[in-house]
């Protein structure tokens, strides 16, 4: 697949089957988040992959939904707002979410390259996240939950509804 493919090809996968991700597509998947660029490459960020069962259980109380409960395993990426670049001489913006989604995005569309199913989860209950990993410094930030899976192919895939490039670009 080129890469318009694979972006053409990613959506919320909400319908997962009981296939457990081989471990080389994790590996895989990493090293391409490995890879993303960050401001300054900083790369303030941590990758947890959640896939024992304890681990899985908790970080499901922190985003209770009947479709997570075939998920087997869920990337976790989580921002260090003390490593992060922020833009001092101007304003002191923090990049930590930018840097993040990028990251996430990595890995996001290397899962769907992989033939796996995926999800931006951001609706999660930061607390109870932070207790399923044991993340208590107050510097570092859960940022995206990714649950990431066999999607059921029985299920239809969703429309995409995008707007139209004349709607969202100026040429100037
Ligand atoms: C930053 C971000 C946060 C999101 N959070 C959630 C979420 O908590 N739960 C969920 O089911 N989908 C979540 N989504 C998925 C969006 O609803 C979805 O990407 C959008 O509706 C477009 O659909 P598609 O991904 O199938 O193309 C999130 C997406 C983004 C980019």
């Not at 569309?109 to 932070?130: K, M, N």
Request: hydrophobic share 40%.
């Amino acid at each position: 697949m080129d890469l318009h493919e694979i972006i053409a090809k990613r959506f919320s996968v909400r319908n997962y089957i009981d296939k457990k991700v081989e471990k080389e597509k994790i590996d895989y998947i990493l090293d391409c988040a490995r890879l993303a660029p960050s401001a300054c490459n900083r790369q303030p960020w941590t990758i947890y992959v959640a896939s024992s069962p304890d681990v899985l259980a908790n970080l499901k109380l922190a985003y209770a939904r009947e479709w997570m409960d075939k998920v087997s395993t869920i990337i976790v990426v989580s921002a260090h707002h003390d490593q992060s670049w922020h833009r001092e001489r101007f304003d002191n913006k923090d990049h930590s979410d930018v840097d993040l989604a990028i990251l996430a995005d990595h890995i996001i569309l290397a899962a769907t390259q992989c033939g796996l199913g995926s999800c931006w989860v951001c609706a999660f209950e930061p607390d109870l996240c932070r207790k399923a990993l044991n993340i208590d410094d107050a510097q570092e930030e859960p940022v995206v939950m990714i649950p990431i899976g066999y999607a059921d192919s029985s299920v239809a895939v969703p429309e995409k509804k995008r707007k139209n490039i004349s709607d969202i670009v100026v040429l100037k």
